[in-house]
């Protein structure tokens, strides 16, 4: 089955990591520490992080047999609105990254699905998809602007909490209508 061809990643990318002065022996180690501006499209349909805000990396690569462990954490703001009232949410995600990076021509080839273990291309590593599946997975699905937040009202739409206790709307059924027009009698 014939393996597909990754595009040639571009070292000048904030997400894309050299590993050149890495040495390629087990064990060897380096910090990276860097601020990153957020790829297109990080996030969900209520909330994301925000085109080009600024990531925090905290990362540790170290080599080990089959290629590169990136292990870490990357930090961002995250902005979106609220699933019950629609106010708008400003917060920040934290996630932790820990991924191995086989060498090119490895036994990790052999031994592993290919989309199982992250690859490197010469020395550079794309750290995006990682980066990626760990922010949007962290991000709640229906975000609330507080754990309590009740809502819209359902028929006029105002927030409850701008509302007075005893609000409510008479909703008459239409199949008891006549009935009404005697109590006004």
């Keep these: 089955m014939p393996k597909h061809l990754p595009s040639p990643l571009d070292p000048r990318s904030p997400l894309v990591l050299d590993t050149r002065d890495l040495p390629r022996r087990p064990g060897a180690l380096r910090t990276v520490r860097r601020v990153v501006p957020a790829p297109v499209d990080l996030g969900l349909e209520l909330i994301s992080v925000p085109r080009g805000a600024d990531l925090s990396l905290d990362l540790r690569l170290e080599s080990v047999s089959e290629g590169v462990l990136v292990t870490g954490s990357v930090s961002g703001p995250v902005t979106g609105e ?93 199949r008891w209508a006549g009935l009404s027009k005697l109590n006004e009698e």
């Design 82 to 174: 609220c699933g019950r009232c629609l106010r708008e949410i400003g917060d920040s995600v934290t996630v932790d990254i820990q991924e191995l990076y086989a060498y090119e021509n490895s036994t990790t080839d052999e031994t592993a699905e290919e989309d199982e273990v992250g690859r490197m291309q010469g020395d550079l590593i794309d750290l995006e998809p990682e980066v990626r599946d760990a922010l949007v997975l962290a991000l709640p699905a229906n975000p609330l602007c507080r754990e309590d937040c009740p809502g819209l009202c359902p028929d006029c739409g105002v927030h409850w909490d701008d509302l007075p206790a005893e609000h409510r709307h008479e909703q008459l059924d239409p």
